[in-house]
């Protein structure tokens, strides 16, 4: 189904915006599955935790094909971190590049999970997603809540409708995210 056409001033792309823990990512892998089943290809990545017993050790990136790699970890050494976890660049963009790149080409809509402080320090990771943004592809985006001037600015482009997400309403706002990404995907 990939093809993909102008949609004129309706805005092509969604964010969720919303604070860790509020269900951004759950959020995201339901709207996925829910538009396969309307025959809609996504492609991308998402960003999930690492647990070490109770404890949140790290990230990992994963591509919606499954291949898979720490992004960040509390036992990784060096810069850049975030708080207490050492980030991998390398790792991410092996993982989370050519699955925006394929999907760019292969799939109906494309998945960021997402735009925060760890990915943020891939600065070609800021270029694509400049580049995704104005695509004819529509892209679905999950944001960190504490946003920096690069985020900011995307969360003010014209191209985008920015949903927050609240704990307690994960469920609402997805019927929401559904209903507009598949209008967008049905006009194209």
Do not use: W
Request: one cysteine or more; a negative charge; aromatic letters at 6%.
């Amino acid at each position: 189904m990939a093809a993909h056409e102008d949609r004129g001033q309706m805005p092509n792309n969604i964010l969720v915006n919303g604070r860790p823990g509020s269900g951004k990512t759950t959020l995201v892998v339901e709207l996925v599955e829910r538009l396969a089943g309307c025959g809609f290809k996504a492609g991308g990545f998402v960003t999930e935790e690492i647990r070490e017993g109770p404890n949140r050790a790290g990230f990992e990136v994963r591509d919606l094909g499954g291949s898979r790699a720490i992004l960040a970890h509390v036992q990784r050494k060096g810069k850049p971190r975030v708080s207490k976890y050492g980030i991998d660049i390398v790792a991410f963009e092996s993982i989370a590049l050519p699955a925006l790149e394929i999907g760019k080409k292969e799939a109906d809509l494309l998945v960021v999970d997402e735009i925060g402080r760890m990915e943020l320090f891939s600065s070609t990771f800021r270029s694509t997603l400049l580049e995704l943004l104005v695509l004819p592809v529509p892209l679905v985006a999950t944001v960190h809540a504490g946003n920096d001037a690069f985020t900011e600015d995307i969360l003010s482009r014209k191209d985008v409708s920015v949903y927050g997400l609240n704990p307690g309403q994960r469920e609402e706002l997805l019927e929401v995210v559904y209903g507009s990404m598949h209008k967008i995907l049905m006009v194209g």
